[in-house]
């Protein structure tokens, strides 16, 4: 499987601020995904990343609050815009799997707390 | 109704007991189907995935009921490691996954 880093690994922010987790992947892949998993509950697609084109957002998610970028096939950001407490979550991002499309395989995850 | 549902738990399971526990989907049109593990403030891991025939990978034992439209997962001879939250994933297709809210499992000594 794929190596994936995230940054930050965590951040504590003020309401109203933004900020922009990064996603490294050591291969190129072509389907990344952007996930979130609030405090005891399981993780929700917030959108898939594409990679020259918008990204495909959930319904739920917009991307005037999660702006995703896709430069590259290695590389995604997601920014988390206009914060506030209710977005402390853990984001994670993820890949398709080398030999199954279906498979994915995740980052470490930024935790994220909104004061 | 969720899409994907599982017991929550804690299932606390003795060392060297076995332990199984079910999911339920909701798309019948599903084509694909997994447990993921996920250790406390870690990301998820594929634990395996599951097959029509069923699936064994050591200690660990997969079946899909499509009929019924289950996923279960049986861990034998429990370790002390295998305690974490196990999380049934559906595939509907389109290279999306559907996430249940996971059932933890606690093996004591």
């Known amino acids: 499987s794929a190596v994936i880093s995230q940054k930050p690994s965590r951040d504590i922010c003020q309401r109203g601020t933004s900020l922009t987790i990064q996603c490294q992947v050591d291969?190129?892949?072509?389907?990344m995904f952007w996930y979130r998993q609030q405090p005891g509950q399981s993780l929700t697609l917030i959108a898939t990343a594409n990679q020259g084109s918008e990204a495909t957002y959930e319904s739920g998610f917009v991307i005037d609050k999660f702006p995703i970028s896709r430069p590259n096939l290695t590389f995604s950001t997601l920014t988390v815009s206009n914060m506030s407490p209710e977005d402390s979550s853990i984001y994670l991002c993820?890949?398709?799997?080398?030999?199954?499309?279906?498979?994915?395989?995740f980052g470490p995850g930024t935790r994220l707390t909104v004061l | 109704r969720k899409e994907v549902e599982q017991d929550p738990g804690p299932f606390n399971v003795p060392e060297g007991a076995t332990v199984a526990f079910n999911c339920t989907y909701s798309n019948s049109a599903s084509q694909s189907f997994f447990w993921y593990r996920q250790d406390c403030r870690k990301e998820p891991k594929l634990l395996m995935s599951?097959?029509?025939s069923g699936n064994e990978d050591g200690r660990f034992t997969a079946q899909l009921n499509r009929a019924s439209q289950y996923i279960s997962l049986l861990i034998r001879d429990s370790k002390l490691s295998d305690s974490a939250t196990y999380l049934c994933v559906v595939a509907p297709g389109w290279g999306k996954l559907q996430f249940g809210a996971g059932t933890q499992v606690v093996v004591t000594p």
């Open positions: 993820s890949v398709e799997g080398l030999s199954s499309t279906d498979t994915q395989y």
């Open positions: 599951v097959y029509s």
């Open positions: 291969s190129q892949v072509t389907m």
